[in-house]
């Protein structure tokens, strides 16, 4: 179950949209409450006003999330259970929390569907990640938060990216780099690494691949001076730290044509510094490097290692990637060896 209950059509988010909007229920094919006759309701006291803590243990809620983006630890239906449930209780309880404790709620909400997106992207489900992308735009309207906007843009220009529409994730992440000063570090930093990936993905000009390193210089001082591996406070998940530079950078510098560069820059972490996906995403990286440097057998094995701990996650975003690089492999000299046909094997018959 991948958060089939949470939905436009859904009847807790209909009724959550009614309050949030005054919009008449019948509208959104809701029936209207009935209305108690004053007698009754003198008798019936009113409903006690629902502090978010007392019911649904948000602190809990992150954890789980963020121990599942890391290590992948726990089963991936349990994950999306718990984000699917936690989202339907939160638009059930918001009519009827206390005004003092909406915005908390709202907040809420707009957290968990990035988490929600995040997790879908990675699945590579495009699609349903930019539903619950384009569901915060309603939060919004209670919200003045730039640093969730910011972060929505960040992700929306993620999810373009991997789908290779360049134009639609530089308008998300330029329009978030103009909230960069009122953002938290560790967002900052990750607008301008993924933004200088974007942009090394167009570059044709000296001038514009000049332009994209001294951005990546700039998250790299940010991180560097603003510590940003203590990540952020309550809100989604987002580690940014050397490790993290290191291979945006090397994937940068692969989009510039300098796999040679990129090689380097990965010798500066070893394997058993990174877990989780990041491990996944150094072995293609890696493979990306050898590719560009036409050490062909190298590439093909690099793959084949990162292959089974793809699959282990279910990210269908570093599986796309292992493809792609099999697919460049069989347009060289190189197809017809052993390697490649192993690869293809356990590709597409394992």
Known sequence: MELRDTGLNGIPRRRFLAHLFDIPPLLLGLAALSHPSS?????????????????????????????????????????????????????????????SERLEVVTALCELHIHAANLLRDRGKFSKSLEHLNKTKDLHVLLN????????????????????????????????????????????????????LSEARIADSKQQCTAVLKKLDQAGRIIRVERTEVGREKKPYLKVDVARYHLDRAATLIALGNPDEAQQELT???????????????????????????????????????????????????????????????????????????????????
Request: proline content about 4%.
């Open 145 to 196: 938060d730039d640093e969730l906007k910011a972060d929505v843009l960040y992700r929306r220009g993620g999810l373009y990216l991997e789908k290779g529409e360049i134009s639609l994730a530089l308008d998300d992440y330029h329009t978030a780099e103009q909230k960069l000063n009122n953002v938290s570090a560790p967002l900052q930093a990750a607008v301008l690494l993924e933004t200088a």
């Open 39 to 99: 007698k009754i309701s003198q008798r019936t006291s009113a409903p006690r006003p629902l502090i978010v803590s007392d019911r649904i243990d948000l602190e809990e809620v992150r954890a789980r999330l963020t121990d599942f983006w890391i290590q992948n630890d726990g089963a991936s239906q349990d994950v999306f259970h718990t984000l699917d449930m936690t989202l339907k209780r939160l638009y059930e309880c918001y009519p009827t929390t206390a005004s």
């Open 268 to 350: 500066l972490l070893s394997f058993s510094q990174l877990s989780g996906r990041r491990s996944v995403y150094q072995l293609i990286l890696q493979a990306q490097a050898c590719f560009g440097l036409k050490e062909y057998s190298q590439a093909a094995m690099l793959v084949e290692e990162a292959l089974p701990l793809a699959r282990t996650m279910c990210s269908r975003v570093n599986l796309e990637r292992i493809k792609t690089l099999y697919k460049q492999l069989q347009d060289t000299p190189f197809r017809n060896n052993p390697e490649v046909g192993r690869l293809g094997y356990l590709l597409f018959h394992t």
